[in-house]
């Protein structure tokens, strides 16, 4: 291993165990290094995927993915990084009723509604990335552009920064999609 340019000893943190799921197997492993004296962590149950700054992180690949998806864009949308109130999409659903709430950010826009110019504009290029680089770059550039690690900071705590650090190593990119492993992380 190298750090700052030198060569150095590996260390137990240095090293990833990555399962499709925790659920069946991951304990087995977990229970043999821990009895080797193996320092390590592991997510199950969901959390890792299911915490709050992870869940906003997969709504936001959903909405670049599908924009018309309602449930992850609204999300998204509601969300510290793009602060619209459920007013601001109930004013923009009550003045489009037909389609989804994508086509209402888009009729607003073509009414003079900046923010929703502002953060259509922002999506198009969201899409215009993911269709250039690896899921785990793409990731971390959504996390810069959008300020997100301040606002998880400040709202979760730094610990929460871990997580986004790992969903970005955990992330590939296969046929389109966007996968995540559950992941086993050593200590120390």
Known sequence: MTEGGALRTARYK????????????????????NR???????????????S???????????????PVDDIPLTAVLLSPVFGFLPDDLALMRAAHRDG??????????????ARAAAFLERLGGFRRIACTVKAGELVRRLVEET?????????LGFSAITSL????????????????????????
Not at 100 to 110: G, P, R, T
Not at 171 to 177: E, I, L, N, V, Y
């Open 147 to 155: 300020g997100y690690a301040a606002i998880v900071c400040a709202m």
């Open 52 to 66: 709050p700054e992870i869940s906003f992180m997969i709504s936001l690949l959903k909405v670049i993915d599908n």
């Open 14 to 33: 240095d090293f990833c165990l990555l399962f499709a799921s925790t659920k069946n197997s991951a304990g087995e492993f977990i229970a043999e290094l």
């Open 100 to 113: 989804s709430i994508y086509h209402c950010l888009v009729n607003a826009a073509e009414s003079g509604d």
């Open 165 to 188: 650090n790992a969903m970005k190593k955990s992330s590939f990119q296969r046929s389109g999609a966007v996968c995540f492993f559950s992941c086993a992380c050593f200590r120390q």
């Open 36 to 50: 080797r004296g193996i320092p390590v962590n592991c997510e199950s149950g969901g959390g890792f995927l299911t």
